[in-house]
């Protein structure tokens, strides 16, 4: 195990997300911010009054892909923090010049060594169970159409589970929550 998995921190980083993830400057006046209610939600403002900045604190989007061969639904196991070990739908954060698109065949190809042709958008989902962040899944439907399926980057393993016999320590309840809508729009 790295340095960087020992010193990951899922319950430091859980208080972080759930405190404006440690923000406390302003980072263009440098005043202390504080909390009020500019727009009906609590949220950090500056506390100098002729400064209007505002701390958004968004969900980060993230993209990933579905690929089914043989009525079996590719996964992998995660191999860097959070969840080590458990198995997820091959998807990732997307980078600042990144279309959706764009995560979701580089993300296939960074875990499983796959290149991948997009077919279809399946569905958009919401994820707050992710130490780190929250995020805003998007996952495509894909085919396979070259490379070669092995465990690369953040992937221990990857290999394709029969809908019946998908592992029950899947990562996040996103991509649990994609399953079941996969076996019951697609499957069914």
């Known amino acids: 195990m790295t340095d960087h998995h020992t010193k990951f921190n899922a319950e430091k980083l859980i208080n972080r997300k759930n405190n404006h993830n440690g923000y ?3 980072p263009f006046c440098k005043s202390e ?3 009020a209610v500019p727009d009906g939600t609590t949220r950090l403002v500056c506390s100098d009054s002729a400064c209007d900045f505002i ?5 980060v989007p993230a993209a990933g892909a579905i690929i089914v061969e043989d009525n079996k639904i590719l996964l992998v196991k995660r ?10 739908i091959p998807a990732g954060f997307m ?15 960074e875990e499983t060594g796959l290149d991948i042709k997009l ?6 989902y919401s994820g707050s169970d992710d130490p780190r962040s929250n995020a805003v899944l998007l996952l495509y439907l894909a085919d396979r159409v070259g490379g070669k399926l092995e ?8 290999e394709f589970f029969s809908f019946d016999a998908i592992p029950s320590n899947i990562a996040f309840e996103a991509h649990v929550k994609a399953l079941n809508d996969y076996r019951e ?4």
């Open 24 to 26: 406390r400057y302003c």
């Open 33 to 35: 911010l504080k909390e």
């Open 55 to 59: 701390y958004y604190q968004n969900p």
């Open 79 to 88: 191999a860097h923090p959070p969840r080590i070990g458990d198995w997820c």
């Open 95 to 109: 980078e600042w010049q990144e279309h959706p698109t764009e995560t979701a065949v580089r993300e296939l190809k």
């Open 119 to 124: 077919k279809s958008f399946f569905e958009v």
């Open 151 to 158: 465990a690369m980057d953040d992937a221990w393993e990857v």
């Open 185 to 188: 729009r697609i499957l069914k």
